[in-house]
């Protein structure tokens, strides 16, 4: 989804103090009243162009008052820049005032005039947002799994977690988990199907929605499946075999906090096996279960942050 932003032009007018100001920013900026409202009382009078852009991650601001160089911000939100440079213009703007004043009533003859006050340069950025840091989380999660087997496979998970720019960053995602269907009947006896594999998810980024926020991942999980006959029907002799499993996917998962640093999270994913073996029952020769070609999972989860 592309999201724009438009800019927001207001053409110079002089407010009640005299301050004559051009002010061309971003949408998302203050308005031309709270900037003024920024501007110390000190600091009114004179004529200003103020404008506010925003490169890439970052806020730019350009300000540029009557007899002095044009000043320069940046910071990490337009709000922070816009109070950076109405400081810059209240101090520049200063001396303008004082020259107005009247003179004090004795002034030395010898006394040097006082230089300009500086301007200063710029200010420092504001501290970065600790939701902005990596995070790691481990978390435990039950599911149910269909496709795979010839009944629904039942199973457990852990998994651990790195969220590269915290709560709405990219993620990577490793789970290790064990399902089984436990015992039974197909074609004309019964078997136990077990599914045990590791899956990898990568994880562009989170949406926020409400109270929740919403992922969704690519998936690659390998792995082996068992599969073992037991003696039932017209299966005297069962055996048990054990094949390499691989299949890759989608998944998305919706997830809300409950307390301080613990998660709890729905999820679902669907994937398509690479490696499509089929099951038979031998003596007579008897085919019991082929993969499907997408296979389908769905679970809880519970996460926790660590510190």
Not at 79 to 102: N, Q, R, T, Y
Not at 230 to 242: K, L, N
Not at 276 to 287: A, D, L, T
């Amino acid at each position: 989804m592309l999201l724009g932003a438009s800019s927001v032009t207001t053409p110079s007018s002089a407010s009640p103090s005299g301050l004559v100001l051009d002010y061309a920013v971003d949408s998302r900026c203050p308005d031309r009243a709270q900037f003024l409202a920024l501007v110390s009382a000190s600091g009114q009078g004179g004529a200003v162009a103020v404008r506010i852009t925003r490169t890439g991650a970052r806020w730019r601001g350009i300000a540029e008052i009557a007899g002095f160089e044009p000043r320069e911000v940046s910071g990490e939100s337009c709000l922070s820049v816009a109070k950076a440079l109405a400081l810059i213009i209240s101090v520049a703007l200063d001396p303008v005032l004082s020259a107005e004043a009247p003179p004090p009533p004795a002034p030395e003859p010898e006394e040097a005039p006082a230089e300009p006050r500086d301007i200063p340069p710029f200010l420092p950025d504001p501290p970065p947002d600790p939701r902005a840091r990596p995070v790691w989380a481990v978390g435990v999660s039950p599911f149910v799994a269909s496709g795979a087997a010839p009944a629904a496979l039942f199973g457990f998970g852990g998994f651990g977690q790195l969220s590269l720019r915290g709560d709405t960053g990219p993620a990577l995602r490793l789970t290790l988990s064990r399902a089984s269907t436990g015992i039974v009947s197909v074609g004309s006896g019964a078997a136990r199907f077990v599914l045990a594999t590791a899956r990898a998810e990568a994880c562009p980024g989170t949406a926020a929605i409400g109270d929740g926020a919403l992922t969704g991942c690519l998936s690659v999980e390998g792995g082996w499946v068992r599969a073992e006959g037991i003696a039932r029907g017209q299966v005297d002799a069962p055996a048990s075999t054990a094949h390499f499993w691989l299949d890759a996917g989608l998944s998305t998962r919706f997830s809300w906090s409950v307390l301080p640093g613990l998660r709890v999270e729905l999820w679902g994913g669907v994937s398509a096996p690479v490696t499509r073996r089929s099951y038979v029952f031998e003596g007579p020769r008897e085919v019991i279960h082929e993969p499907a070609p997408l296979v389908g999972r769905m679970g809880l989860g519970l996460g926790a942050e660590l510190p």
